[in-house]
């Protein structure tokens, strides 16, 4: 007995809405992204009750004849692509000619069209599938497409809607990043009636970004630098170090002018920004992947929200270089900051007059120096470095032994002096780390630790890594090896729970990292335990060391972690909170 049957074209339409129109967002997605390849210059979008009970897109586009109204219904009807060979070079966000028929098959559907010169217009209306009206109507050029009381009549996918605020929320969402993408459209949005936005079209991603999120956050981003003649092009905007969200809400990163989502770029976003994002932050990123569409597979998502590259290494290297050299190119305008006020304005008693008792900042200063061997860590040698030029830099003293405070044009500049001494430290080691390999210094007594056998197998065949780190380890014996030196920074420390230390680290970072970003872990970690602490007293001249060897950092706007070094607060601040301005 034959069993196998054709689903019906309303069915079919139903099982495909399963993989594109997951929720209301998805049906803004789409209709959006047909409004764009109809080369639309403005584009309203409406909905109701988080796009549950309407959605509305207006643009003002190429529209559409009568017979194109009624065939962009049936499934695998697109204008977009004829061939394969055009789907490896598509141009448009669209090509699969499913949108239309998806939403259709699982709301009430209502589509208006007409083309600018044609005298009439269309109207279509279609519930869960089945054609209702199709009549001539005199619209306004471009098309109109209404989507009310999505799944209607698949009650199981209803009940997986969440709250009217959730999915306003992934509407807007979407919003945002269509409107990121295509600056030069001017968009609009209502909700339940109000004006969410409306924004003007323009020629610039800048005056977008402003528009849309704001001069405050515009404010903080830095502008992509374009490398030159690279296969792949960045352009774009993405947050200053220390720019950071708890979600990826603000990340949009489009490929070829087209959103998406991407493993290989979210990892390479945080091998760029490294140790200038905090645990579990996400950064702010604008960021227009260019690449030839040969390179890219933009056909194998449901709802085209991901792509796959040929060559994922390439497009990896070329975002973690763009984001360095950018978080880099902002050291200049940071250093800045540090610049003391115009000497004809000095600080906060004159020359001629003798310094009262109680400004004296020197008590904040450390009192007695610490031994010798201790400070000579505190502040490693570095003849090996460039002559460090003159930084004019005012310094008032130390809040609470942990803040450097300091005076600027602006106002006033905070230092947290262990997240600062953190990323001089860390840049120090890393750098001979990776010119002459991290020095080691004999141990008195080798120690000989024994390992668990899968640690001892790890460690044996990490061992060129260890060297160049600075541990000098042997094997000796079954699962257990010598410990004969350790890198001067570390040399206080007990040798076998250091080694255990070390592995246990180095392990749990990813395999794609490279030896020496996986030293950088354990620098990253080890520098904290030995940097100057809060309540270190410091004196005069090492605070202005301080300064001046961070302001020398290649990244000195965070420690290590990602925390921030500095915090400027401003006059107009000051005055703010003193009730002098409002
Ligand atoms: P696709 O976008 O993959 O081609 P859709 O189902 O989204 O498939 O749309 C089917 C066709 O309907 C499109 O190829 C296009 O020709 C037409 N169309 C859809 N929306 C619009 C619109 N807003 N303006 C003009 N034509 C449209
Ligand atoms: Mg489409």
């Known amino acids: 007995m034959s069993r196998v049957r054709l689903l019906s074209d309303t069915l079919a339409s139903q099982v495909a809405a399963g993989e594109v129109i997951e929720r209301p967002a998805s049906v803004v997605k789409e209709l959006i992204e047909n409004s764009i390849d109809a080369q639309s210059q403005s584009i309203e979008i409406m909905i109701r009750r988080g796009g549950i009970s309407l959605i509305r897109v207006t643009d003002d586009g190429i529209g559409m004849d009568r017979d194109d109204a009624l ?183 489009f490929v070829n002018g087209r959103a998406i989502g991407s493993p290989v770029i979210d990892a390479a976003l945080k091998e760029g920004y490294h140790t200038a994002l905090m645990k579990g932050q996400f950064p702010v990123t604008f960021l227009f992947l260019e690449i030839d569409p040969a390179e890219v597979d933009v056909n194998v998502h449901p709802a085209k929200r991901e792509v796959r590259f040929r060559d994922p290494a390439a497009v990896r290297e070329a975002v973690v270089a763009a984001i360095r050299r950018t978080l880099e190119s902002d050291r200049s305008t940071w250093q800045e900051q540090f610049r003391g006020p115009p000497p004809t304005d000095p600080p906060f008693v004159r020359p001629e007059e003798p310094l009262p008792a109680a400004l004296d900042p020197q008590p904040a200063f ?61 840049e120090e080691l890393r750098r001979r780390m990776e010119e002459q390999g991290v020095p080691s210094q004999r141990l008195l007594l080798p120690q000989v630790v024994s390992l668990p056998p899968r640690d001892a197998e790890w460690l044996e065949r990490n061992l060129p890594i260890l060297q160049k780190m600075g541990l000098g380890v042997e094997e000796f014996g079954r699962h257990t090896f010598k410990l004969e030196s350790l890198p001067p920074f570390l040399s ?46 410091l004196r005069q001249q090492e605070v202005e060391k301080l300064i001046r060897d961070l302001l020398e950092c290649e990244l000195p706007y965070c420690c290590p972690h990602g925390r921030p070094t500095m915090i400027q607060i401003s006059l107009g601040e000051l005055e703010k909170k003193f009730g002098r301005k409002v």
């Open 71 to 253: 065939l962009c219904l049936e499934r695998h009807a697109t204008s977009k692509i004829r061939t394969a060979a055009d789907l490896a070079t598509v141009a448009t966000l669209g090509f699969r000619g499913e949108a239309l028929p998806s939403i259709a098959s699982v709301a009430r559907f209502r589509l208006t069209t007409r083309e600018k010169e044609a005298v009439a217009g269309t109207e279509v209306i279609v519930a869960g599938g089945k054609l209702e009206t199709a009549r001539n109507g005199g619209e306004a050029p471009g098309t109109q497409i209404e989507v009310r009381s999505l799944f209607y009549n698949l009650p199981a996918r209803r009940k997986f809607l969440r709250s009217e605020n959730t999915e306003t929320r992934n509407i807007e969402h979407q919003l945002n990043l269509q409107a990121i993408g295509h600056p030069a459209i001017a968009f609009s949005f209502l909700r339940d009636e109000r004006v969410v936005f409306q924004l003007p079209a323009t020629k610039s991603l800048r005056e977008r970004i402003r528009d849309l999120l704001g001069s405050e956050l515009l404010a903080r981003l830095l502008e992509i630098e374009p490398a030159a003649r690279a296969k792949i092009q960045l352009r774009g905007f993405i947050g200053q170090a220390g720019v950071s969200r708890g979600t990826r809400a603000q990340q949009f990163i």
């Open 366 to 426: 450390a009192i007695e120096p610490a031994e010798p061997a201790l400070r000579d860590h505190r502040f490693p040698p570095n003849e090996a470095r460039p002559a460090v030029p003159a930084h004019r830099f005012q310094i008032l003293g130390v809040l609470n032994k942990l803040y450097v405070l300091m005076e600027n044009a602006e106002g006033l500049v905070l230092v947290d002096q262990h997240a600062a001494h953190e990323r001089i430290l860390f």
């Open 492 to 537: 206080g420390a007990d040798p076998a729970r250091l080694l255990q230390d070390v592995i246990d680290s180095l392990k749990s970072a990813s395999r794609s990292t490279s030896p020496l970003r996986l030293g950088e872990d354990m620098i990253a970690k080890t520098v904290c335990r030995h940097a100057i602490k809060a309540n270190d007293p």
